[in-house]
């Protein structure tokens, strides 16, 4: 007896002390990577230490056999670590195991041990090393499902594959197998949809959640638990969509009601559908989108659909730019995305080296925030990712990069925090996005030091580059130029946010897409107007904007 209430205390030990909790998990995959291998340790104490626990601990068993499954699996798709956390499902699997299951698995422990005396068996275990990794939250896993419900949104997922670890966007072929949802979480997913006005979502996650519940061998959740919910679901969506519409801020439904007998679609104007609608609204000036409507193209975009018309297509072209002569032996490889306003990307433009540098100086990713309408910084689930601040000082390969980009786009980067910012270096999670916004009128939260001074002036231009492939999804989409980038690994992207007379440049409004499967790294320098002086003269037109020459 005194054997079995000395391992507890040691796997008590082990589980408490090494949830020194962080927020936000779900917001990085280096942290869900992070996760995983730590994972794998405490399985491996658990493992030893079983066989010694005398009795019954259901919990403890119940979390090794979900936790082997999904390791047999891992092993037999010969994935490596970052590819199989990538996938949406896994890490949701994953998440979920790390709060639920160990919440069940210290309750267990502690009954187990509560009227014992444990002065001398805790002395006996001070020699254990421990580990204070962080483990996610409650939050997270709610982070996770709203992730979750935003991808069916955005990428309208099949979400009868989807519950079944398949990724499938309508339309296009099935690819991407993962582990599959049980009913319990398609029910928790479905809840998270309804809760963030997505009705219609919800409703398919709840059906889904339905026949799954009916397939299952060992059942998570019952049809009596379930049904309510749905039906709950299926009269808001009807309501709303008669009330309001099929679209606003804040709610989504479908156009027709499920209800047919009771409910009756409002006669609105709903979204643009088809592409002559939303070609109308891509404007040739600074014309300001309603928030549905971006949205709307926003997505598309974000599917890939092309909204610009040939006509606005045909006159772009790629070169060979020698800007300067470092670059006369090996020519920039230019691509022009649009001429209005002008966006270009610069392929290949990073090696391995310049990457490796970047992601080992990002160390510390702290959430990722944005302006708040009331006033300073937040952050919220219209930005989902982590990033860290990386100073070129004492690292003569990110300070030569530095170089390279001045070089590249004619700009003065020097002194550092005032012709440009230190780079931002930034990883995505599950969904991870930002939604449209502009890089101008912005000044950077969470600096390593103090802010930039005042009189550097506002953010002339922006550098973005890719610092891994997405498999799918994660592109930079600009709502109102109607066009998409690509991640490329080592691919950069640069446009400028003010025209020649300081005034921001409305139409460069952009937006992360969420990222359906893989592992997003991006870093961004932005470059401060003050230090352009001689560089980027201001024109006496009001409407000039700058170009690449």
Known sequence: MKETTSVIIWLLLVLFLRQNTCDDVFAATSDLENLLLLEMDIVRDLKEMRPQLNGSFSAIDRYLEEYTKAKEYLDSSSMSYE??????????????????????????????????????????????????????????????????????????????????????????????????????DCLFIGKHAFNKGLYDRAVEWLKACLQVATEED????????????????????????????????????????????????????????????????????????????????????????????????????????????????????????????????????????????????????????????????????????????????????????TDKIGWAVKLNPYPENFGSEYFQVANYGIGGRYIPHTDYGNTSPLMPEKDLPFHSGERIATFMAYLEDVPEGGATAFTLAGVSVWPEKGSAVFWFNL???????????????????????????????????????CSIHKEDIFGIS
Request: aromatic share 8%; with cysteine.
């Open 83 to 184: 590819t199989f956390i990538g996938h949406p499902v896994n890490a949701f699997h994953l998440i979920r195991r790390m709060v639920i299951s160990y919440r069940e698995i210290k309750k267990a422990l502690l009954n187990a041990t509560a009227k014992g005396n444990l002065s001398r068996i805790i002395e006996k275990t001070k020699l254990v090393t421990l580990d204070d990794t962080a483990l996610p939250t409650t939050t997270d896993l709610s982070g996770a499902a709203n992730s979750i419900a935003v991808l069916q949104s955005a990428y309208r997922l099949n979400v009868s594959e989807f519950v079944r670890g398949n990724i499938q966007v309508i339309g296009k072929e099935l690819n991407h197998v993962g582990q599959p949802l049980n009913a319990r």
């Open 218 to 401: 060992e059942l998570t959740a019952k049809r009596k638990e379930i049904e309510p919910f749905l039906a709950t679901a299926i009269r808001v969506h009807d309501e709303v969509l008669q009330k309001k519409g099929p679209l606003g801020k804040g709610w989504r439904t479908n156009t027709e009601p499920f209800n047919k007998k009771k409910y009756k679609a409002k006669n609105v104007k709903s979204s643009p559908k088809t592409r002559e609608e939303i070609e109308d609204l891509i404007p040739t000036n600074a014309t300001v989108l309603s928030e549905q409507d971006e949205l709307e193209i926003f997505h598309r975009l974000c599917r890939g659909e092309q909204i610009r018309t040939d006509m606005q297509l045909k006159d772009l072209h790629c070169k060979l730019f020698k800007p300067h002569p470092y670059y006369f032996l090996q020519p920039i490889k230019l691509e022009e995305i649009s001429k209005s306003p002008i966006i270009t990307a610069m392929k290949d433009f990073m090696t391995d080296q310049e990457i490796s540098a970047l992601k080992t100086a990002a160390k510390k990713l702290q959430r990722s925030q944005h302006t708040s309408r009331f006033g300073g910084y937040q952050a919220s689930d219209k930005r989902t990712s982590k990033q860290a601040w990386v100073t070129h000082r004492n690292n003569p390969i990110i300070k030569r990069f």
């Open 499 to 537: 025209k020649t007379s300081g005034e921001g440049d409305y139409r460069t409004r952009h937006g992360g897409c969420p990222v359906l499967k893989g592992s997003k790294w991006i870093c961004n320098k932005w470059f401060h107007e003050r230090q352009q002086l001689f560089h980027r003269p």
